[in-house]
């Protein structure tokens, strides 16, 4: 009987790069005695390992300030200032936003591109990507290209293959997103895409809203809705990539036709689209219109307040299925969701405590997202990122290989 190789010390030098880094990434500046407790390894390993990395230009130490202390003191790791970014871009069907996003999180520079009101095709959408990353480059001052591309689609993904199978506000269907974008960008790139709120829960559960959260749901409402999912600590995605759709679940078979060719669907009565059509408003579903119906509704507008209280009533009718269904600890509602549960959240809770099974009080936690409208977008960073946190000495080795070519 053949015995399990062990691993080799570079795998194990690897594999512990891997976890500084990532804490690093996930919690911003740590001192040495932190990662050193956290990680169960000896000083001297850690100091031996966040030399390396930085030399690879990935992290940077300093020594902390303020009032004296006994002993030395640690000294604090943290994202390298001029370390690697890469860009992000989050996909609606009114714009494309992209930006430059380093380890830890952290929006280095920003570029937005109109496209609406009609939805953009997915050749226009890669052309706009592309454009972006030399201007977004520029503007974060480096000569290093970024370590790859993360896309935010609102749409169902393979993430595979980079297909966008449906995506239904954007009307592409089977879509070779990712195929398109990898062919076009210039210097060639590592290209990764997911849906929209998977992205954004992604982000939530990392550093924000939903960290220390097992069991928990995020929302998104924009022209469509749809959801992320961790059940037990994971993402739950389904068998080909279409959990969590539940923009398109049928609440009433006579309702408003929706894009996706069915009549009633949930995202037909809290998606910006229907809050405009509540509010009396024949402006497309662009968000400074949204915006504009929100701000009437805190100032105490009785049409736009009313719009706002129906859009809360089905809301919560819907989470009450999610919440029977699922049975999360907390429900992380974006986009213009948000901004219904702070208008309205008394009406969302009463017909979420209504519906569920729960007792009245003890349903789901409703929060909003800590980074807002940037989730998905943030997101996007972190699938751009995974593999070179995942192996800082292979894949800093490639860039910086890459780096020094143009120079």
Do not use: K
């Given at each position: 009987m053949s015995r399990p190789a062990a691993a080799r010390p570079d795998a194990i030098r690897r594999h512990n790069l891997s976890l500084v880094l990532g804490q690093v990434h996930r919690d911003g500046a740590v001192t040495r005695a932190e990662l050193t407790q956290r990680l169960g390894l000896s000083?001297?390993?850690?100091?031996?390992?966040?030399?390396?990395?930085?030399?690879?230009?990935?992290?940077?130490?300093?020594?902390?300030?303020?009032?004296?202390?006994?002993?030395?003191?640690?000294?604090?790791?943290?994202?390298?200032?001029?370390?690697?970014?890469?860009?992000?871009?989050?996909?609606?069907?009114?714009?494309?936003?992209?930006?430059?996003?380093?380890?830890g999180g952290t929006v280095l520079a920003r570029h937005v591109v109109q496209t609406g009101p009609l939805p953009a095709s997915a050749e226009e959408v890669v052309r706009h990507i592309v454009e972006a990353v030399p201007i977004l480059q520029a503007m974060v001052g480096r000569a290093e290209p970024p370590v790859a591309i993360g896309v935010s689609v609102p749409g169902t993904v393979d993430r595979h293959w980079g297909t966008v199978g449906v995506a239904p506000n954007m009307g592409w269907r089977n879509t070779p997103f990712g195929k398109l974008l990898s062919e076009l960008a210039t210097p060639h790139l590592p290209v990764v895409i997911g849906n929209d709120a998977d992205l954004a829960l992604l982000a939530e559960h990392t550093r924000g809203s939903a960290r220390d959260?097992?069991?928990?749901?995020?929302?998104?409402?924009?022209?469509?809705?749809?959801?992320?999912?961790?059940?037990?600590?994971?993402?739950?995605?389904?068998?080909?990539?279409?959990?969590?759709e539940i923009g398109h679940n049928v609440v009433d078979a006579s309702g408003p036709q929706c894009h996706c060719g069915n009549r009633g669907c949930l995202e037909t009565y809290i998606g910006d689209s229907a809050l405009l059509t509540l509010a009396g408003r024949d402006d497309p579903p662009d968000e400074v219109y949204v915006a504009a119906v929100f701000a009437d509704?805190?100032?105490?507008?009785?049409?736009?307040?009313?719009?706002?209280?129906?859009?809360?009533?089905?809301?919560?009718?819907?989470?009450?299925?999610?919440?029977?269904?699922?049975?999360?600890?907390?429900?992380?509602?974006?986009?213009?969701?948000?901004?219904?549960?702070?208008i309205a959240g008394d009406a969302v809770s009463t017909a979420l405590d209504r519906y569920a099974l729960d007792a009245p009080g003890l349903t789901a936690q409703l929060t909003q997202p800590t980074f807002g409208a940037d989730s998905a977008l943030l997101g996007a960073a972190e699938i751009a990122f995974a593999a070179l946190l995942s192996d800082p000495v292979a894949n800093r080795s490639v860039t910086a290989a890459h780096s020094a070519s143009l120079r």
């Open positions: 000083r001297s390993t850690i100091g031996a390992l966040v030399a390396d990395l930085t030399e690879r230009g990935l992290v940077e130490e300093s020594v902390p300030s303020g009032g004296p202390r006994a002993g030395r003191p640690s000294h604090v790791v943290g994202p390298h200032s001029r370390g690697p970014f890469v860009v992000a871009a989050d996909l609606d069907v009114t714009h494309v936003t992209t930006a430059a996003v380093g380890i959260c097992d069991d928990v749901v995020m929302i998104i409402g924009r022209v469509g809705v749809g959801s992320g999912i961790i059940a037990n600590g994971a993402p739950l995605r389904g068998h080909d990539g279409h959990a969590g509704a805190r100032t105490g507008d009785p049409v736009a307040l009313t719009a706002v209280q129906q859009i809360a009533e089905s809301l919560g009718r819907g989470l009450a299925s999610i919440v029977n269904t699922l049975n999360p600890q907390r429900v992380i509602l974006g986009g213009s969701l948000a901004d219904i549960l702070d």
